[in-house]
């Protein structure tokens, strides 16, 4: 059996793990760019009560928790409508959504969350995932029906209150206010941490997880290091979030989790670039959705896909699927558009277009490890723009591990197997990126290589051009790479069924193509000038120059 034979079989026996079926990729094949996924929107009666009605005051200092969840209540037991919050500033502790209730922020509202620890209870939520002790999130809702936080104000999760923080990360004046408004260090005096508590747990790498039979009451002593994600919507269905600014969580902003129908509209989501874990949203296990218009500056991933991890999340086995995601704009973010690591339960039918990624460290970021599992695929993304991204403009690693408390034991033997992650059967077109590191990067697994990835009409200004590792079925056509360094422009180990046709590079480029590895095969260059380059071609570690094609012609 040759290698190609070999992990196409391979790839069959994981596929049908996961229960994909000829049939079911049949059914999904309906979405295309002419035919998008369809999003339920909520409807809500017109009938409004003011949060004031109930006794809240905007006077920055009144404790409106029980008024605010008074006026939610109210709403729905009556069918439903808008609970409005005027403009003013709302102190509060968490609030709990209803099923037909619209949560409308008035302009000039803002709506801040409580420094006061004790107002949050420890429950059981998720983290990464995973069934884990969280402390209550500052808005929450679970099994609901028509629900939506919509208007011109600001949500606000006091998250500095929560996280730590490194020196590395602040200016010293911003290190300084820092140390001044209490909390604690670490003994090398690198670190901040809110509290003793927190400080403790940290070191001590201590996991938040509901194991062993173990409770969320269980977890008192490390309360402070349970930070909430600042908006978790639960097995809901039709969500609406639209119009309001969503700032400065504990950890992810935005979690709508195994929610059917959602829209996020014309939202901000800003974090500071130091908050850990501060993902703007976090899509997991959600079907039909819909992202638009939304501007992002965050201190971790962007607009993020995710489906469970590792063996919960294949038990789970929901994937987020049939997704539109078009004209957003990101700034700082690890990635712009990003799919995993936990994707367990899979991603698929999801459309990426007229998006803006200006400072973020990835463009379109893929990543996932062995022991994951999950099949990604038919993802499309065009006419996006990017501009002084820090690293790879796209960027595939199945090789992304950070080991957390968290995590247990994870199969990481080079197999086939229901932990294999599959990425595979995606387009990306109409795409320029004006600055940086890399322009492409893919890296796949020897047993499982990230496959049948077309890209086409793409312009990419970069330090260095296209690295392929362990990648088949890789498609380029009418590239062009503008790149400061040139020894080579095009880089592939152990890849296979390469297609670059119509590539533009630098005038008097060091080396063309660099092929390593004894895997490598059926590479093939075509409607590209070979002459512009010093070097065309070089071969190391096992490939050889057969398993290079380069057609005559431009």
């Given at each position: 059996m040759t290698y190609k034979t070999r992990i196409a079989?391979?790839?069959?026996?994981?596929?049908?793990?996961?229960?994909?079926?000829?049939?079911?990729?049949?059914?999904?094949?309906?979405?295309?760019?002419?035919?998008?996924?369809?999003i339920q929107q909520p409807v809500f009666r017109k009938d409004t009560l003011r949060i004031t009605a109930f006794g809240a005051v905007a006077d920055g200092h009144t404790l409106n928790t029980k008024a605010i969840n008074q006026a939610i209540e109210s709403c729905s037991k009556k069918g439903g409508g808008v609970v409005l919050v005027p403009a003013g500033l709302w102190i509060t502790g968490p609030v709990v959504l209803k099923s037909n209730v619209n949560l409308h922020l008035q302009e000039g509202s803002l709506l801040l969350f409580t420094t006061d620890k004790s107002q949050y209870a420890i429950t059981e939520g998720f983290y990464e995932g995973k069934a884990a002790a969280r402390n209550e999130s500052p808005i929450s809702g679970k099994d609901l029906e028509n629900v939506a936080i919509t208007g011109r104000g600001i949500v606000d999760g006091n998250g500095d209150v929560w996280r730590a923080v490194h020196k590395t990360q602040l200016t010293e004046p911003q290190w300084k206010e820092k140390i001044a408004s209490g909390g604690v260090l670490k003994d090398d005096g690198k670190t901040w941490?809110?509290?003793?508590?927190?400080?403790?747990?940290?070191?001590?790498?201590?996991?938040?997880?509901?194991?062993?039979?173990?409770k969320p009451a269980d977890f008192a002593d490390i309360k402070d290091f349970l930070r909430p994600d600042l908006v978790v919507l639960n097995n809901c269905k039709k969500v609406l979030l639209e119009g309001v600014t969503f700032?400065?969580?504990?950890?992810?902003?935005?979690?709508?989790?195994?929610?059917?129908?959602?829209?996020i509209r014309n939202v901000r989501v800003k974090n500071p670039e130091y908050a850990h874990n501060g993902d703007g949203m976090d899509i997991e296990s959600c079907k039909n959705?819909?992202?638009e218009g939304c501007v992002l500056d965050v201190g971790d991933d962007a607009i993020c896909i995710k489906s469970g991890k590792d063996e919960e999340g294949r038990k789970r086995g929901i994937p987020t699927?049939?997704?539109?995601?078009?004209?957003?704009?990101?700034?700082?973010?690890?990635?712009?558009?990003?799919?995993g690591s936990e994707m367990s339960g899979g991603a698929r039918n999801i459309f990426v277009e007229q998006c803006t990624f200006m400072g973020t460290d990835k463009g379109l970021r893929f990543k996932s490890v062995r022991g994951r599992g999950g099949?990604?695929?038919?993802?499309?993304?065009?006419?996006?723009?990017?501009?002084?991204?820090?690293?790879?403009?796209?960027?595939?690693?199945?090789?992304?591990?950070?080991?957390?408390?968290?995590?247990?034991?994870?199969?990481?033997?080079?197999?086939?197997?229901?932990?294999?992650?599959?990425?595979?059967?995606?387009?990306?077109?109409?795409?320029?990126?004006?600055?940086?590191?890399?322009?492409?990067?893919?890296r796949g697994l020897p047993e499982m290589p990230v496959r049948n990835i077309v890209m086409n009409n793409m312009v990419l200004s970069a330090e260095t051009g296209i690295e392929l590792t362990d990648a088949d079925k890789i498609s380029f056509k009418n590239v062009k790479l503008i790149t400061k360094h040139s020894k080579p422009v095009i880089f592939t180990d152990n890849a296979t069924n390469?297609?670059?046709?119509?590539?533009?590079?630098?005038?008097?480029?060091?080396?063309?193509?660099?092929?390593?590895?004894?895997?490598?095969?059926?590479?093939?260059?075509?409607?590209?000038?070979?002459?512009?380059?010093?070097?065309?071609?070089?071969?190391?570690?096992?490939?050889?120059?057969?398993s290079l094609v380069i057609h005559e012609g431009k």
């Open positions: 079989a391979l790839a069959a026996a994981a596929w049908a793990c996961y229960g994909v079926s000829t049939h079911d990729a049949s059914a999904q094949e309906a979405y295309s760019w002419s035919n998008l996924p369809k941490y809110p509290s003793e508590q927190f400080k403790k747990a940290s070191i001590e790498n201590k996991s938040m997880l509901l194991t062993g039979g173990k700032q400065n969580s504990a950890a992810w902003c935005l979690h709508p989790l195994m929610v059917q129908d959602l829209t959705f819909l992202i699927e049939n997704g539109i995601i078009r004209n957003n704009i990101v700034y700082q973010g690890h990635g712009g558009f990003v799919v099949v990604v695929e038919k993802i499309y993304a065009r006419n996006i723009n990017m501009k002084d991204i820090k690293q790879e403009a796209i960027f595939f690693d199945l090789y992304y591990f950070v080991k957390f408390a968290t995590d247990g034991e994870r199969d990481m033997r080079p197999v086939v197997n229901e932990g294999t992650p599959v990425f595979k059967d995606m387009i990306f077109e109409n795409i320029v990126c004006n600055g940086a590191t890399k322009g492409v990067f893919v390469i297609s670059i046709d119509g590539l533009q590079y630098n005038d008097h480029a060091e080396t063309l193509i660099s092929v390593t590895g004894e895997r490598s095969q059926n590479i093939n260059i075509a409607h590209t000038d070979a002459s512009k380059a010093k070097k065309v071609k070089e071969f190391s570690k096992g490939a050889q120059d057969k």
